[in-house]
C-alpha cells in the first residue's frame, strides 16, 4: 500500500505569541528546503509574488501573512494553524520587542515612547489585529466562525507543545522539542493611567473575545473534527 501524502501546513505567526519557537523546531526535523518563513517585509513581497504551483514543495509554511494571503498560494489540502496569546499581554510585549531590540525596523520609532504614547498613536491600527489577520474578519463574532471552519488548529500559548505534537505529527515527524525563540529581552517605558487603560481594553476587545473563546471554550486547544 501507497503511504499517504504528508500535508502542507500553514502556520499563520500573529506576532508575539511563540511562533519562532513552533517554527524553529518544526524546521529542525524537516530535511533542507521543506520549510519557508516569512519573516520580514521582503520576504512578505517574494511570498505574495509566488503562486501554489511554485509553493507546493514546502511541508511547512509559516509566517506574518492573512489567511486571505496564504490562502490562494497553499496547496488546496493545506492544514492551517495559528496560536494565539492574551491580546494585552501580547500588546505589551510588542511594544517592548520595537522598543529595546535596536534591530528592529521600527525602533528608531518607538525606542523614546512609553506605552501610553504606543496605545494612543497605533490604536486604529491595532484594533481587531488578530481577528483580521486569522481570518480577515474585524470582530470575533464574525471571525469564530471562520476560525473554526478553516483552521486544523487553534491553540493559546500555554498549549503550544500540544500544537508542535500535531503539526510533527501530520508531517510524518518525530515529536518536537519547543525551546523558547525570539524572547524579548528588554523592557520600554510602562506609562499606564487609567485613560491609556480604558483605551488598551477598547482596542483589544474583538481580539480578547477571540481569545477567549479558544481559552474558555475549548480549553485553549480549538481542532477542526477529522
Not at 496547496?75 to 517592548?96: I, K, Q, Y
Not at 498549549?159 to 525551546?179: D, E, R, Y
Request: overall charge neutral; some cysteine.
Amino acid at each position: 500500500m501507497q503511504r499517504p501524502v504528508a500535508p502542507q501546513v500553514v502556520f499563520i505567526h500573529l506576532p508575539k505569541t511563540g511562533g519562532i519557537s513552533l517554527q524553529t523546531a518544526i524546521t529542525a526535523l524537516l530535511p533542507p528546503g521543506r520549510a519557508l518563513r516569512i519573516g520580514d517585509e521582503g520576504e512578505r513581497a517574494a511570498f505574495l509574488a509566488e503562486d501554489r504551483g511554485v509553493l507546493d514543495r514546502y511541508s511547512f509554511i509559516g509566517g506574518h501573512v492573512g489567511l486571505a494571503e496564504a490562502l490562494p498560494r497553499a496547496r488546496a489540502e493545506a492544514r492551517f494553524v495559528t496560536l494565539l496569546r492574551d491580546p494585552v499581554a501580547r500588546l505589551l510585549s510588542a511594544f517592548n520587542y520595537m522598543a529595546t531590540w535596536k534591530d528592529h525596523p521600527l525602533h528608531g520609532e518607538f525606542r523614546d515612547l512609553g506605552f501610553a504614547d504606543f496605545i494612543e498613536g497605533s490604536g486604529a491600527r491595532l484594533a481587531g489585529e488578530a481577528c483580521r489577520q486569522l481570518t480577515g474578519a474585524a470582530t470575533a463574532a464574525e471571525a469564530i466562525p471562520i476560525l473554526e471552519a478553516r483552521y486544523a488548529m487553534v491553540v493559546t500559548t500555554p498549549k503550544l507543545p500540544v500544537l508542535g505534537q500535531a503539526v510533527s505529527g501530520w508531517l510524518g515527524l518525530t515529536p518536537p522539542t519547543i525551546g523558547r525563540e525570539n524572547v524579548t529581552q528588554g523592557q520600554g517605558r510602562i506609562t499606564l493611567d487609567s485613560a491609556t487603560c480604558a483605551a488598551l481594553l477598547e482596542v483589544t476587545q474583538e481580539d480578547r473575545a477571540l481569545y477567549a473563546h479558544v481559552a474558555a471554550c475549548h480549553g485553549g486547544v480549538l481542532q477542526k473534527a477529522a
